[in-house]
């Protein structure tokens, strides 16, 4: 935390690559109120009980609670499909459109090229190229 970042390791990430992540102020912040400095650094912060400990949550853990608020509010059955992975669309759109330059969004994302990055924005609709023409005046 002291640097505004956090270690994704290897065995727990989905390329099998450890890599630092830049943490967001507003994340940060909400970080500090938990107090994760009184907890050892090989504590995992996401645990059954809901804070920092030895035995980090299963691999359906997320889906599973998040199945449960899709159920609640309805949507479950949508004909749209959400998935866990929302919130990290989310969070890339939110990035995008505030500015954050397009390499900054792929180290965040650990994309192996700012290739992988923008086809990975162009498929959540952020590049239409009919938009670039909009403000044109005249030919």
Same mark, same amino acid.
């Given at each position: 935390?002291?640097?505004?970042?956090?270690?994704?390791?290897?065995?727990?990430?989905?390329?099998?690559?450890?890599?630092?992540?830049?943490?967001?102020?507003?994340?940060?912040?909400?970080?500090?109120?938990?107090?994760?400095?009184?907890?050892?650094?090989?504590?995992?912060?996401?645990?059954?009980?809901?804070? =920092?400990?030895? $035995?980090?949550?299963?691999? /359906?853990?997320?889906?599973?609670?998040?199945?449960? %608020?899709?159920?609640?509010?309805? !949507?479950?059955?949508?004909?749209?499909?959400?998935?866990?992975?929302?919130?990290?669309?989310?969070?890339?759109?939110?990035?995008?459109?505030?500015?954050? =330059?397009?390499? $900054?969004?792929?180290?965040? /994302?650990?994309?192996?090229?700012?290739?992988?990055? %923008?086809?990975?924005?162009?498929? !959540?609709?952020?590049?239409?190229?009919?938009?670039?023409?909009?403000?044109?005046?005249?030919?």
């Amino acid at each position: 935390m002291e640097y505004d970042r956090l270690f994704i390791p290897a065995y727990n990430s989905k390329n099998k690559k450890g890599d630092w992540v830049s943490i967001p102020r507003i994340f940060r912040n909400k970080l500090e109120r938990m107090e994760l400095n009184r907890y050892p650094g090989e504590y995992f912060l996401f645990t059954k009980d809901q804070r =920092p400990g030895l $035995v980090p949550v299963g691999i /359906n853990y997320f889906y599973r609670r998040y199945a449960k %608020i899709l159920e609640s509010t309805g !949507l479950k059955n949508s004909s749209f499909k959400y998935d866990i992975y929302g919130f990290k669309h989310s969070g890339n759109i939110n990035m995008y459109l505030s500015g954050v =330059p397009l390499d $900054v969004i792929q180290k965040q /994302n650990r994309h192996q090229s700012i290739d992988q990055t %923008i086809q990975y924005l162009r498929n !959540l609709d952020l590049f239409r190229t009919s938009d670039a023409f909009d403000d044109v005046k005249s030919f």
